[in-house]
């Protein structure tokens, strides 16, 4: 085993192990199981359990993204003066933390849907769900690693960090509605597609009520965005796109994190 | 053992270090001490390599450490605060870094030593400061390395732990180890420093023994002779801000 | 011409009555059958229509014969034994029926020639009346049924099914043009432009057909007064189901379902005047009612489910009454074009993202149920906006809306929304 893994297992033992985590997955069960219980429709249940991740799991990714990274600096400059690549420490930790959050939220979920099995499509659509939140619970652990990097101040890091969370989550949207009232003479389904690619949360809110309201979103120029997200190359253009937001804050982070002084 | 060699580090336009050299021997323990700002915590992380220099090089047994971490393999660091993942117990704490190092570690000798067995399997986050600071310690000793850095290693120690862990350093220094410590007490220096190191405004203001110091400042003893220096060194920076000005 | 005092008309009527039938079953018991066969002596259907006398019967047997182009000029009964196969190779039409009192009945009718100026059909009757044509199954064939200027005619049960790609190159299943007393019943249509089409038809019925996968309309009928349209499934067709132009229609127990697409509807209603729609299901449409220019209809009974707009009423309706209406799980409820000012009535519709409570438990909501979102509000003037669904920033607008009313209209209110879901004997 190298170290980079030897890392990821410590720090994923070790927030895994936290109350926190056991209540963040005990939540996400606590909630689909009501929904799927009470709502008694698969796909209403889903469209809320989608609100609800959409809203959470960026929110909680940040919040416990910042705080881990600023809690654990003196344990990281233990970590440091040990033989260890820089990297590996990082990377490590940031998947620790990243693939715990994503096993709370998978379990909680997952044990929700074997409790209240439903069908093959029911399965892909629930599939989906947690893909997308898996991937906004490493997307928004990166961007809050990021932050904790660029500043020093771990109020004023918390507080950027918070900020880049309402910017996607909603600040972005009005923009966007802005943009869409403001130039609505010209065509702009595609311009719009190409601004949904840079905010993840719009893009797996999409990629998931393609699925659960196809009806609606096939309306008016819906047609164009089925035409681009309900294809096997848009979804991969989507899931490449989340990817790199993944990737893209966590490269910068592990640049910035190489040259810094602690 | 160390070759320091023209360090210099500057923070924004506060320039902490500038141009350090120093080449630190086997079987000897050196005290760092100056004003708060000196650059003391700066080189001891330089060595460490959690702080990179913006010049200079340093040499641990005549290997480079720049771009390295293997070397880190041979020392042992105490830091001042100890933070440790939350979750985890003191034995799995022991166990990950015996697990990272892969080097044979006697940890057993230190916790009995250190009187802490009843914390093995409490979570770190429940231990108290000082114990946290014995835990501290045992890491720094137990894979028998041959430099050992201490940062202030008495803060939060219980007076018996205190005078254990000062047995322990002097034991490691006959052993032959090099041997690093910055502390604000002034006893500790007395009692262990074969070296004194004053560093101030990131220049090496004084090197020498305990009684060299003492002499070169006319003083009856330690606590004076720093003293003295460090009213030197405030003039010096007062002429300095006025020249600035 | 001579008018008959009141006394002697009525004494015809009744000698007709009296006579009428003995003639015609003695015409019956006259006729005689004649059978194709591939093997037998009469080898073809347009040779035993040259050879038949009026009122005679052909029976066709098991077998493919090549013929099109086959016209009908006398009261006939033409009836495939099973496996009986006319096709027609892609050269022109099947039958074309000019007389009265004609049986088409259990062929199969097949490969008829597409075609940008004739509009050759497996059967197509011109003039004419009381001709019937069952149980056939007509297949990949430009036109399937094809009536014009006829009267009292029924199409029953048959299957059609066509292989269009392209809606310029294919014709409609069921097709009326000026036509009056047509049945329409229990036929399985698909594949083709148009399931049901009728142009300028008055007073027929449309009854448990299956029609579906067509690549424009399941029915769509224009100019076409007087129609009751009963039982019927549309499903995935291209663009549903458009009604335009017409008066007095009834559409009762039918099912719309999954018809998807930027302009697909469930029913477009297009200057539709006086009549019921009721007890229907639109299930998982984009659009379950789209009501332009339409008045003084009742919509009761219905059940909306699942729709991406259950309802969107543009401003030029008038007069609707939607009565116990179940409106279950449909993204937005009711939408109005922004310059909408019009009266239409909500009565009594069970909402299911009705908010309100119901204290005294009469099953009537306490307060109004308001349908219209602010965000469908929104789409109409700015459909690329559909991106923002259900995000969190376009709920905070709505709960905005909800608290201080800006922009939805006023006056599209169920003043008592039922909490409890409609029910109604079908």
Redesign the interface.
């Known amino acids: 085993m190298n170290?980079l893994t030897?890392i990821i297992k410590?720090?994923f033992?070790?927030?895994w192990?936290?109350w926190w985590a056991l209540l963040y997955g005990l939540f996400f069960l606590v909630i689909s199981v009501t929904l799927l219980y009470f709502s008694g429709?698969f796909?209403?249940a889903l469209?809320s359990l989608?609100?609800i991740i959409?809203?959470l799991v960026p929110l909680i990714s940040t919040v416990f993204g910042v705080m881990y990274a600023y809690?654990?600096?003196?344990?990281t400059?233990?970590?440091?003066?040990?033989?260890?690549?820089?990297n590996n420490i990082f990377l490590g930790q940031y998947l620790g933390l990243t693939l715990s959050l994503m096993l709370s939220l998978g379990l909680g979920l997952g044990i929700a849907f074997i409790l209240f099995a439903g069908t093959a499509e029911e399965s892909v659509h629930l599939g989906m769900l947690t893909l997308c939140g898996a991937l906004l619970t490493a997307i928004f652990t990166g961007l809050a690693f990021l932050v904790s990097v660029l500043f020093e101040d771990r109020v004023k890091g918390f507080g950027i960090a918070i900020l880049i969370w309402l910017f996607a989550?909603?600040?972005y949207?009005?923009l966007?509605?802005a943009f869409?009232?403001i130039f609505?003479d010209y065509p702009?389904?595609k311009a719009?597609?190409g601004l949904?690619l840079f905010n993840p949360i719009?893009l797996s809110?999409?990629l998931i009520?393609l699925r659960l309201?196809?009806?609606?979103?096939?309306?008016?120029?819906?047609?164009v965005?089925n035409k681009f997200f309900g294809t096997a190359s848009g979804m991969a253009v989507s899931l490449g796109a989340l990817l790199l937001w993944i990737i893209i804050p966590l490269v910068i982070f592990l640049r910035k994190v190489q040259?810094k002084?602690? | 053992m160390i070759e320091i060699r023209n360090i210099a580090k500057a923070f924004g336009k506060l320039q902490v270090l500038n141009g350090i050299d120093i080449s630190l021997e086997k079987g000897k323990i050196y005290a760092f001490l100056g004003p708060n700002g000196s650059g003391k915590t700066t080189l001891i992380k330089s060595i460490l390599g959690l702080t990179q220099p913006d010049k200079g090089e340093i040499f641990i047994q005549d290997e480079n450490i720049k771009d390295n971490w293997r070397y880190k393999s041979r020392i042992g660091y105490m830091p001042q605060i100890a933070r440790f993942p939350e979750n985890l117990n003191m034995m799995e704490l022991f166990r990950m870094t015996m697990d990272i190092r892969k080097t044979p570690a006697n940890e057993e000798k230190y916790i009995s030593y250190f009187n802490l067995e009843d914390a093995r399997d409490k979570k770190l986050k429940n231990l108290s400061g000082g114990t946290k600071q014995k835990v501290n310690a045992v890491l720094a000793f137990m894979f028998n390395p041959d430099i050992l850095i201490f940062d202030e290693p008495s803060v939060g120690l219980d007076p018996v732990s205190h005078l254990k862990l000062k047995d322990l350093i002097r034991e490691e220094r006959d052993k032959g180890k090099t041997i690093l410590l910055t502390t604000h007490i002034l006893s500790e220096v007395e009692e262990l420093a074969d070296e004194v190191i004053f560093l101030l405004e990131g220049k090496i203001y004084f090197k020498g023994t305990v009684q060299n110091l003492v002499q070169t400042q006319n003083e009856r003893n330690l606590e004076r002779a720093i003293a003295q220096l460090l009213l030197q060194s405030e003039k010096k920076t007062k002429k300095l801000n006025l020249k600035a000005a | 011409m001579t008018t008959f005092p009141q006394h002697s008309r009525n004494f015809l009527f009744t000698v007709l009555a009296l006579v009428l039938p003995v003639l015609l079953g003695a015409a019956t018991i006259l006729a005689k059958t004649l059978t194709v066969s591939p093997t037998g002596k009469i080898r073809s259907v347009k040779e035993a229509v040259r050879l038949a006398q009026p009122y005679d019967t052909i029976w066709v047997n098991a077998g493919i014969y090549h013929e099109n182009e086959i016209t009908i000029d006398k009261p006939l009964a033409i009836i495939g034994r099973q496996q009986a196969v006319l096709d027609a190779r892609f050269k022109k039409g099947i039958f074309s029926v000019m007389a009265e009192n004609v049986l088409i009945a259990g062929l199969t009718l097949q490969n008829v020639e597409e075609s940008f100026t004739k509009n050759y059909a497996a059967v197509r009757v011109r003039g004419g009346g009381h001709v019937t044509v069952r149980n056939n199954t007509i297949l990949n064939s430009y036109y399937g049924v094809y009536l014009e200027q006829t009267d009292s005619c029924t199409v029953s049960h048959n299957l059609i099914r066509g292989n269009a790609k392209q809606e310029s190159t294919s014709g409609n299943a069921i097709h009326l043009w000026r036509t009056d007393h047509i049945n329409i019943v229990s036929n399985k249509v698909s594949g083709h432009r148009d399931g049901i089409y009728l142009e300028t038809s008055s007073n027929s019925t449309i009854t448990g057909n299956i029609s579906q996968n067509n690549l424009r309309y399941g029915l769509h009928f224009m100019f076409s007064d007087n129609n009751s349209y009963q039982r019927n499934q549309f499903m995935r067709n291209g663009s549903g189901i458009a009604v335009m132009y017409s008066r007095n229609i009834i559409m009762t127990d039918n099912l719309f379902e999954e018809n998807w697409g930027a302009a697909a509807y469930g029913i477009l209603l297009k200057d539709i005047t006086d009549g019921y729609i009721e007890r229907n299901i639109f299930r998982q449409n984009t659009t379950g009612i789209y009501a332009e220019g339409s008045s003084r209809l009742l919509l009761k009974n219905n059940e909306f489910r699942n729709n991406g707009w259950a309802v969107r009423l543009l401003g030029s309706s008038e007069d609707l009454t939607f009565e116990q209406n179940n409106f279950i799980g449909n993204t937005f409820e009711i939408s109005t074009s922004t310059n909408y000012s019009s009266h239409n009535t909500f009565r009594a519709n069970y909402w299911s993202s009705y908010t309100g409570y119901d204290l005294d438990k009469d099953g009537t909501g306490d307060v109004p149920h308001k349908p219209v979102k602010l965000f469908s509000y929104l789409l109409e003037d700015i459909p690329t906006s559909v991106v923002l669904l259900r995000s969190l920033f376009i709920d905070l607008l709505e709960l905005m809306e909800k608290v201080a009313p800006v922009l939805t209209p006023e006056n599209v209110l169920d003043n008592e929304p039922s909490t409890r879901l409609n029910v109604w004997k079908s």
Do not use: C, M, W
């Open positions: 170290s030897k410590y720090s033992y070790d927030t192990r936290s429709d796909n209403k469209v989608l609100n959409l809203l809690n654990s600096r003196e344990f400059e233990l970590l440091l003066a040990q033989p260890l690549k820089r989550a909603v600040i949207d009005g966007l509605l869409l009232v609505n702009l389904e719009t597609i949904t719009d809110r999409i009520l309201e196809t009806a609606a979103l096939l309306g008016y120029t819906g047609a965005f040259h002084d602690f």
